[in-house]
């Protein structure tokens, strides 16, 4: 097993077959997860506040990174995306 990495699957309702398994450091594997079934947004890391804006926050190699607080809940979803490309190269879907 390579340094700091562990066994992922691609597919997550497929096995952990040869063909389905790759080594993925932790921080790829969290954002790799599935939303939340209590996830009301439908973005990962977009939480709506008690006073009607909107908090969004990433994971990156194991620490909480705040991106902010916004009035709009398409402005909350547009920095979330930003910080996915920056940090990971891509949008979660």
Do not use: H
Not at 1 to 30: H, I, M
Not at 56 to 76: S, T
């Amino acid at each position: 097993r390579p340094d700091g990495l562990t066994l992922e699957r691609r597919v997550n309702s497929l096995d952990y077959s040869k063909d389905n398994c790759k080594w993925e450091d932790l921080s790829n594997q969290a954002f790799n997860r599935r939303k939340f079934k209590n996830n009301k947004t439908g973005k990962t890391g977009v939480y709506p506040t008690k006073c009607g804006n909107w908090k969004v926050m990433i994971g990156v190699k194991g620490e909480l990174i705040y991106l902010g607080f916004y009035k709009d809940f398409q402005e909350a979803v547009d920095s979330r995306e930003q910080a996915e490309l920056k940090y990971f190269g891509r949008i979660k879907q």
